[in-house]
């Protein structure tokens, strides 16, 4: 514990150069930040136990789906990395949905959440897969019904939201989801560890892949605690990629903000644990991680990067698989008689 | 570790009547006996802790399905009682397969898998779902496929099969999927603490239930370990079910073995944690516990039950809920170059 504060105080004071650290690092530091060790505050959500408890258990309930088949962990398993390893996420009735699943780990520490960053937070984000008829498919009032009819559930909410006079509301299943998916953080990475001044973390070839990351710019738009999730950039600066990587019908922020400018527009995802989550992009169209950052290169930078500088870059990003959080299957209330039924 | 060795040895040891045990308990301890606190032995497959590790992997892993959606926890999901509170469960391409999932939890001290038995062992078992097209949808060459292409799976088939000189064998998933699901057993029950000795571990209405399940007969066909799952038996041997709950079409036991007296015949499936197995019987066509049982009265002894009487037999049935396995949901290794795609 001592030692996960000190760190964290480390991080959090966010010291842009250490004394005899070498270029490289200092580098580094200016333009990325390491995985806290403990989760963040959030402030209109504080984490407690009770909270973090019920939200594991909603997290891993099938009965959040109209069908009772599909949990937030179909897709954003947290046994691979976060994501469903699929091209776009499939949901109710076997629908595929318009978009790759990001990551939900480390997804705290994004400006926004979605592709499109059309919900400020986490608690805005699960609202939203329960009512997408391609996704779970259900309603608030049914999340209500299902949890309503299940007394652990409804004296769960009492202690995760005491003295509130109606602890059991859409808005509340919300924020339990949004204080576990707090916890799901990554720290420790062997890129966190050279941040944090263990410059043995990363081998030679892997710091020469950070120096090219930095040196050709990537680091601008996959900067900061996430390398990514900080803000938003059109897909195909410099070149426009095939239509199979960036399909014309999905205009990303365009379909939130209506401006003519955030027109194939995106949020930058997190490179973080980068390695256990293919394909990439929102179309999910590329399976390889060295044709990904290729196609970034030509795409953002107009540049063509040398095979072994490729090599490079990519032995970089696979150091930022952090370590994965530990979680126990959440033992869920049985069904009482009251509880709606499956609907397919 | 010690107070479990003692009470294994007593299970083990089976004593028929313990003196001074009141009638009703000694009567109990000649139809049923307590699930013991330790996985049991399996002579062909002996559990060791790299086994059933692996095994914990593959039943989480998506993977093993052709979709990359399905795992065995999606039907047998061990965060609700080993099932997956459908009618029948629902698997690729969102086809409902024929039959209600039976329960993992303790399924290795059924005599055989399946509602027809047709497996002798949860090993055999577990190559069904894999392949059937209404399930997983996969194949054995394809299941080598996607678990070959990860070194770490093939690592850690050396490690649980060791000294086979190919380690990575369909035979073996089945293998490592059993020794895990070997250890799904859920002791501790209040009734089998009664059954261990503790009379107060059933309350006085918890008692007459079992009193009235015994002379009434139940115990017939759910007897043993698991309340059931230890023979076959004609379902509506005095009162043919309505259609809905014992569906012509499916003639259970007689797909098995062609013989005309197995028409409609199946395996009594366990009552134990019949609390979160809903809803119930083959063809999951009854969500409620009392009318299920009011059913089995009915069709299998041609006996209606008062109300009184039925309340307690439920109350009594509510005492087989045991101590659920916590599990710890593991880390599954990163897809690699090679790893097949998700097939819909």
């Given at each position: 514990m001592r030692r996960s504060s000190i760190l964290l105080a480390l991080v959090v004071a966010a010291v842009p150069a250490l004394a005899g650290a070498d270029?490289?690092?200092?580098?580094?530091?200016?333009?990325f930040r390491a995985i806290?060790?403990?989760p963040p505050t959030l402030e209109r959500n504080p984490l407690t136990h009770e909270k973090v408890e019920l939200g594991r258990m909603l997290y891993f309930d099938p009965r959040l789906s109209a069908s009772g088949l599909i949990s937030c962990n179909t897709c954003h398993n947290l046994g691979t990395g976060g994501v469903?390893?699929?091209?776009?996420?499939v949901g109710h009735g076997w629908q595929r949905g318009p978009r790759n699943a990001p990551t939900v780990l480390n997804a705290v520490f994004n400006i926004a959440q979605f592709w499109d960053g059309r919900a400020g937070d986490l608690a805005q984000q699960a609202k939203g897969p329960v009512q997408a008829s391609v996704e779970m498919n259900s309603t608030p009032e049914r999340t209500l019904e299902v949890l309503g009819s299940m007394a652990e559930y409804r004296a769960r909410f009492?202690?995760?939201?005491p003295g509130e006079a109606e602890p059991l509301t859409f808005d509340n299943v919300a924020k339990a989801v949004e204080a576990f998916e707090a916890t799901l953080i990554t720290p420790d990475a062997p890129f966190?560890?050279?941040?944090?001044g263990d410059e043995e973390a990363l081998s030679a070839g892997e710091r020469k892949g950070l120096d090219a990351?930095?040196?050709?710019?990537?680091?601008?738009?996959?900067?900061?605690?996430?390398l990514g999730g900080e803000g938003y950039y059109p897909f195909g600066v410099l070149e426009r990629p095939a239509d199979a990587i960036l399909p014309p019908g999905d205009k990303g922020r365009y379909g939130v903000t209506n401006t003519a400018e955030d027109q194939y527009v995106f949020k930058a995802p997190t490179l973080r644990n980068i390695e256990l989550t293919p394909p990439y992009f929102h179309s999910g169209s590329i399976w390889s991680l060295p044709e990904a950052v290729e196609i970034m290169a030509s795409a953002q930078l107009g540049i063509e990067l040398g095979e072994a500088e490729l090599a490079r870059v990519v032995e970089f990003l696979l150091t930022l698989t952090g370590r994965q959080p530990r979680v126990e299957l959440p033992l869920l209330p049985p069904n009482s008689a009251s509880t709606p039924r499956p609907r397919l």
């Open positions: 270029d490289l690092a200092n580098r580094a530091r200016e333009v806290p060790f403990l469903d390893l699929q091209q776009t996420s009492g202690r995760a939201f966190d560890r050279y941040l944090l990351f930095v040196d050709q710019g990537c680091g601008g738009c996959h900067g900061g605690v996430n």
